[in-house]
């Protein structure tokens, strides 16, 4: 296993759309984080699985968002009713919970360009 | 709340040390993590230290913390121009279960 993916890689598309994006974590690891970067900031964070179940949101993640993660491996994230707003990179990490620490290991993202 | 500060850039020579420093505010921060992010790319994990530490050293790169000013530092050595980059300080508070808290990065810029 390479690490995390995601896919696409670039997303190009009309306000009003909805988009998805895809998020294949690191094959043993049973956490799955969502964050967004707009330019000049660091990752915010979106929302968090443990296996399939989704344990926190957070207040960023408006109504337009949601996730799901249906057998505890890939994530999907998709966007309703796109906004110029949406407009950012969109990042997927996982990691492993266990005593030695919770590492998050980040894909290279999905970049979102809302016109 | 949580916050997270870090200077936004960072101009070294090629050869010399390069020092980044990152301060919180969360006294109940577990682990501290380094990330480096190059142009168009996603994050990459460096180092990262968990609080009841002080020090960490992994190759060319020492983590230094200071709980008391809730100050943490990223020490690269011998600094190549591979080095440079966005370099990012987070925090967590314990448990992985309410994400990274991160800060807005650091510019390493090299001069030859």
């Known amino acids: 296993d390479t690490g995390v993916s995601q896919d696409p890689r670039h997303k190009i598309t009309k306000r009003g759309q909805n988009v998805t994006f895809r998020c294949d974590p690191i094959s043993e690891h049973n956490r799955l984080y969502w964050y967004r970067q707009t330019l000049g900031q660091g990752p915010e964070f979106l929302t968090y699985?443990?296996?399939?179940?989704?344990?926190?949101k957070s207040r960023l993640l408006s109504d337009r968002f949601s996730a799901e993660r249906p057998k505890g491996s890939f994530s999907t994230l998709e966007i309703q009713r796109t906004e110029q707003g949406d407009s950012a990179m969109y990042l997927c990490?996982?990691?492993?919970?266990?005593?030695?620490?919770?590492?998050?290991?980040f894909g290279p993202g999905t970049r979102l360009t809302v016109t | 709340g949580e916050d997270v500060e870090q200077s936004l850039f960072l101009s070294v020579r090629e050869g010399d040390s390069s020092v980044i420093n990152c301060t919180y505010t969360d006294s109940s921060s577990t682990y501290l993590y380094w990330y480096k992010q190059e142009p168009g790319a996603g994050l990459q994990l460096l180092t990262y230290i968990f609080s009841n530490m002080d020090m960490k050293q992994d190759q060319r790169l020492t983590v230094l913390l200071n709980k008391k000013d809730k100050h943490l530092s990223l020490r690269i050595a011998d600094t190549q121009t591979g080095d440079s980059a966005i370099y990012f300080c987070?925090?967590?508070?314990?448990?992985?279960?309410?994400?990274?808290?991160f800060g807005k990065g650091t510019h390493l810029i090299i001069q030859p």
């Open positions: 987070a925090e967590e508070e314990g448990g992985g279960a309410d994400g990274l808290t």
């Open positions: 990490a996982s990691s492993l919970s266990s005593g030695t620490g919770y590492e998050q290991y």
């Open positions: 699985f443990q296996n399939e179940a989704q344990l926190e």
